[in-house]
């Protein structure tokens, strides 16, 4: 019988070794590398990936060299270091029948220490350290440096080796323009900027021997002014292949770029329009990447011929059996990554241990771990929001009994809010998978039930879990009953229309939100089938790839019809101060490029016929505004908690019910797993 995914689950014959599917772990830093037992926990990581029957898993970025190291106290590989750990990281992904690489990564001018190089001394706004040019020597002895490392990996008994050429590290710096200056051998013809990345390649093909395997990552799509052009992307493609490489994977956009590449708001799929163009001129596997979340859309890739694998990393941060449960037919149970950023990016990019959203077990494989019951407890949970259902999925998955109250008519609380927001559509996923596990472990699930005590007292339950959530804050403002005030539950849940001039009280997440879903009149999208030609248009992305870099000359183009004004009483260089680090900004750049005008120090005066009454800095004005939508923050909902208690029950408060102050899915979620891992 085929299995409807059978693209993606066809083994891939190398020639001296053979893939178990079409699925190649991208690399991430997770922050377990500094940890000081950090090899027994990236072992335990990647493990539970290769037990999840992952193709092809790649590690986290390692420098070639002293130089190409990306923080002080990075590992690097080279015959000076003590690489000893690593074996523990191979012998347990071959145990569980895996296949790993190393990433080769030579951070260059992206790197954060004070020995940096790169092609030439050319600043980034993303790196106050400004890099040196490498001499001719440095150059030749980079080359060499890939191929000890790559050979260095084999005798560790890695199964082979990445070598970074996206996303703007050094490589990328050699292979582009907009970095590379250089007058000598190294610098000008693209066969010179070629010169370096060509040569680590055949470099490593020669220390390695033949039956290694030797990933390229490759620019597909440089995103950035002064970056390559198609032409040019083919040539290092070729150039690669005949210089050893195994396989080609590809990378979007330089980390300096101004377009969100793997966020939220990026379609599902947003740049195979650009890998496709690069398939017919190699034979070796090509593999596509960036926003594939499931494995119907990944199986597409592969028989659309787009590529012949597909990378995905997030998504297996959210779920590590992903190729398993493809495997078995059992999709609709895959924990699919909703592009949030929250738990992995956001973190890596604070100092803090990646993790994911949807699955706090992510990168804590160590110490955080659910029991069986040996005793069935029976669980009353009250409330299905992200809280409540990962409580409720996760006890009755170890075997207790639950019974959920769900005061709507449907699971996701919030996130049913949140799943309108255009851009954020795939946070259905996550309601759709708990649905699925609820299901499942015959979670009893009674919606439409506002819970009261007396559903709960003397009922047999072991223990209450109060999931209820939060309610929205009305601020004392003159005025605040008027007919144009809207709550965003009043827009986002009671689909009340607002005018085309409207003032949004309250900047935080929610705020920014509400301005999304007013300047998208259209609605959410489908997710399934995105509008990548939307996308491109909006962001200024060449998607008959005719320029350089993949940048359209038109620029960014994002109209609006309405009149926006979103205000706090924070200063104004406090805007989106409290959105997401790593896709925060791009939010930003939405709003500010539909023309939404963001005003700080605002004190509220009053509402009326005339509109909203406020002074900014002092000043006195009134918005001549046709609707007023409040998005000023939230207090915890738990009117049933001391009912409970008075009654002699136990009882526990997750997620908003417990703090609403600065609550997001992130601790809703990881409480709930928490609580059940003390069970
Ligand atoms: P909730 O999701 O609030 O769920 C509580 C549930 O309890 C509700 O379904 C409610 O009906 C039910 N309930 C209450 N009382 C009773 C009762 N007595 N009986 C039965 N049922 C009851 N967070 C992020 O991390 N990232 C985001 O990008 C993000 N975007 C958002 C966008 C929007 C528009 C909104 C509104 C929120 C967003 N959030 C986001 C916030 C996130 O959704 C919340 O942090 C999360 O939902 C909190 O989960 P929870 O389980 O504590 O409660
Ligand atoms: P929030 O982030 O706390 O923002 C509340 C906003 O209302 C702030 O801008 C605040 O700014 C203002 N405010 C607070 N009290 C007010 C009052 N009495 N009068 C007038 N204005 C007041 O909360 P939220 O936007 O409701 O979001 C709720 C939670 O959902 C957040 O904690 C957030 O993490 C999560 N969420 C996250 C995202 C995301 O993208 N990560 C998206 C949506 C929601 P001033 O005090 O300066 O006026
Ligand atoms: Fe995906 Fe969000 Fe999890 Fe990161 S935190 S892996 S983006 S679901």
Redesign the pocket.
Known sequence: MRNDFAHLLEPLDLGFTTLRNRVLMGSMHTGLEEMPDGYARQAAFFAERARGETGLIITGGYGPNREGRLAPKSDYIAPDQDLEGHRQIVEAVHREGGKIALQLLHGGRYAHHGEIVSASAVPTRINPVVAREMTTDECYQTIEDFGTAAKLAREIGYDGVEIMGSEGYLLNQFTAQRVNQRKDEFGGTLENRLRLPVGAVRNAREKAGDDFIIVYRLSALDLVEGGNTLEDIITQAKAVEAAGATIINTGIGWHEARIPTIAHMVPRGAFTWAVKRIKPHVTIPLVYSNRVNNPQQADGIISEGVADMVSMARPLLADPDFMKKTREGRPEEINICIG?N?GCLDNAFTGKLTTC?VNPRACREVDLNYRPASTPKNFAV???????LAFAATAAEQGHKVTL????DEIG???N??KI?PG?EDYAETITYYGALLRKFNVDVKLN???SAADLVDKGFDAVIL????TPRTPDIPGIDHPKVLS?LDV?AGGKPVGDKVAIIGAG??GF?VAEYIMHPEGPGDPAHPDIARFNSEWGIDGDYAHAGGLSPEGMRMPCDKQVWLLQRKPHNKFGATLSKTRGWATFVEVMFRGVKMVGDVEYDMIDDAGLHIRAGGEPQTLDVDSIVVCAGQDS?RD?HDALVQAGMTVHL????DEARE????R?IEQASRLVATL
């Not at 109250?405 to 709507?408: K, L, T, W, Y």
């Not at 999931?467 to 939060?470: D, K, L």
């Open positions: 949030c929250q959203m009250v409330g299905a929001g992200p809280g409540g109250f769900e005061a709507s609380g919030q996130f809010l949140a927001i954020k039930h506002t819970a999931a209820t959530g939060i965003y986002l997440g929610i939100d909902r049933l997750i997620g908003g019910a609550l997001d899915a992130v809703a």
